[in-house]
């Protein structure tokens, strides 16, 4: 995957509702900085300058976020409807989304749980990073959990490393690049949370591969381009294989399926019991109250 330019959007899923976007690595979804002029924003409105919303600040509502560094699969909602819809499926918890990365060092483990508190790192000079509970200045830290799983181990520019799939359960900011550093595993690349020390490669090997959305009207199911093979990258050479992509995706795409239809049967089962009372015209009303407050975020200030 090249770097970004302005004419180079790569496109992974396009409906009348939402468009999927490959976003590059080192750009930014959105920017007010005058001498910031190519961010994904900008990229969209130069591909599809008829779709822009003039009722917002930017022209598209993102349905999440990518950190500068991070590439991959990334969800514009092209209308509040769609935004609307997209925000119902992350509330209820039925987006899956997965993660590939190198990280340093053989993880032993071929699969673990990460579940670290992360805060806010009020430290001077470290105030742009997250912590982990315990750590002098942490503030806030709230229970997060991660997923790992071991794909390959080889070598980047004759280091150990190892390729995982990382999940994220919660949605802390940086969540997936603390909790690799946490476990003694830092992303490839990630200057960051090396301790400053990871300058070489040309960028943080972390990249949104797979994610799911069901909205109601439609699934939303893409995988962005594995960057981390050999052929795109030679300094990255696999030795020996634990587990394939191909067979880890398919059990997040029955996990993902079992989870809405358990979440169809319940609310089937709500509105045969107590469609219309009073605790269901409150719990309605707070959600109207959510969702509206959470598109009012990408309105004009």
Known sequence: ???????NLSILYQSSDFIVVNKHWDLRIDSKMWYETLTLQSQLKHRFPELADPDTYYGFRFCHQLDFSTSGALCVALNKAAAGS?????????VTKAYLALVRGHVSQSRMSICYAIGKNTTEGMTHMMC????EGCENPKPCQSELIVLEHGSYSGDPVTKVLLQPLTGRTHQLRVHCSAIGHPIVGDFTYSHR?????????????YLRIP??????EVCAPDPFVTAMDSNWVPQHVTQRLEDIIQELKDKGTHK???E???????REEGAGGEGSREELEEQRAQCEQWLAEWALE
């Not at 995957?1 to 004419?7: K, L």
């Not at 982990?132 to 750590?135: F, L, P, R, V």
């Not at 020390?197 to 591969?209: E, F, I, K, V, W």
């Open 86 to 94: 997209a925000y119902k499926c992350f509330k209820e918890r039925l």
């Open 132 to 135: 982990i509970e315990g750590t």
């Open 260 to 262: 809405e239809e358990e």
């Open 197 to 209: 020390q990871d300058s070489n490669p040309y960028r943080m090997m972390l990249h949104a591969y």
């Open 264 to 270: 169809e049967e319940s609310q089937e089962a709500a």
């Open 215 to 220: 909205t109601g009207k439609e699934l939303i």
């Open 1 to 7: 995957m090249e770097p970004g330019t302005i004419d």
